[in-house]
């Protein structure tokens, strides 16, 4: 036991002998060494210095790049969120290509990490269906923009003022005061009416009169309430139509217009003078009604 343990003893300090006497230890063998390595320090520096030449150049190209989207999209019009993320996409992507192809100059293959890169992104995309469907009608919707923040929107479901648009889910405010978070892929992929898209809208309101009523009478009353609830500045004139013969009235569609902003307090308004008139005018408004007739039952005759 003793001998093995001296002859390892032996082995170790003759191999610490030969390491050591491989490092040039005086300034001779220092020249020496690199002497007999100058070609592959040469390559080596050479290669680590194009390697922070390509990524410094990368670094301004990629800040360039991604101002100048940005100015470009702000010139569009488009919304700030979707400016910035354009932007930090193409500096992003400008500064991978370049440490790709950096680590090309190495000898490394990155037809690996694209393989890899691909895989990730095939995953992460089946995992994320859903979320990147919602940002895909997000970008969707602040690139064509159907709806800007404060417009009144009927989409997905909901009716409500906007409140926000951000990439994944619309925010809306409705009439009650509830705030509802609906997921833009349920926006985009239904019929969206902006209501308050246009200054101005038409308020229609039907009304049914008995037959027995004069038709030119009653035209100028609907008229009168009309002509008192339109606003001539939109630069339409108000209509009384005649709409069809129902089955117990004449039935008539008033139509006005005014401010958008105005739509609900015009719709009352003109109820109410369309009411008014035609009481005034002593012109009756049926309502539905339905006649019950009772067969007598026949009485047997006596034998």
Request: glycine share 6%; charged share 20%; with cysteine.
């Amino acid at each position: 036991m003793d001998e093995q343990l001296e002859q390892a003893a032996e082995t170790t300090a003759e191999t610490s002998q030969e390491a050591s006497s491989s490092i040039p230890t005086d300034l001779s063998g220092v020249q020496q060494y690199l002497t007999d390595n100058s070609d592959l320090i040469t390559t080596y520096a050479m290669k680590v210095i194009g390697v922070l030449v390509v990524l410094f150049i990368a670094w301004i190209i990629a800040s360039w790049v991604a101002r100048i989207i940005n100015k470009t999209t702000r010139r569009a019009e488009l919304d700030e969120t979707l400016c910035r993320f354009f932007a930090k996409m193409a500096r992003w992507a400008i500064l991978l290509f370049a440490v790709l192809g950096c680590l090309g100059l190495f000898g490394v293959d990155v037809t690996s990490f694209a393989v890899v890169l691909g895989a990730a992104g095939f995953a992460i995309g089946m995992a994320f269906q859903g979320t990147l469907s919602n940002f895909a009608a997000g970008v969707m919707l602040l690139v064509f923009r159907p709806f800007k923040v404060g417009d009144a929107v009927s989409a997905g479901g909901v009716t409500g003022k906007i409140v926000e648009i951000a990439l994944f889910t619309t925010i809306f405010d409705t009439p009650d005061n509830r705030r509802i978070i609906v997921p833009n892929g349920s926006i985009f992929g239904s019929t969206i009416e902006n209501i308050t898209f246009h200054d101005t809208r038409r308020v229609d309101v039907a009304v049914g009169v008995d037959y027995s009523a004069d038709l030119k009478q009653t035209r100028d009353v609907l008229m009168q309430a009309a002509q008192e609830n339109h606003d001539a500045s939109t630069g339409n004139d108000p209509v009384v139509y005649l709409s069809e013969l129902g089955a117990s009235s004449v039935d008539y569609s008033v139509r006005v217009w005014a401010k958008t902003a105005d739509y609900w307090a015009v719709r009352e308004k003109l109820t109410e003078s369309v009411k008014s008139g035609l009481d005034a005018a002593n012109i009756g408004i049926p309502f539905p009604q339905m006649d019950v007739h009772l067969d007598q039952p026949q009485v047997a005759a006596s034998a």
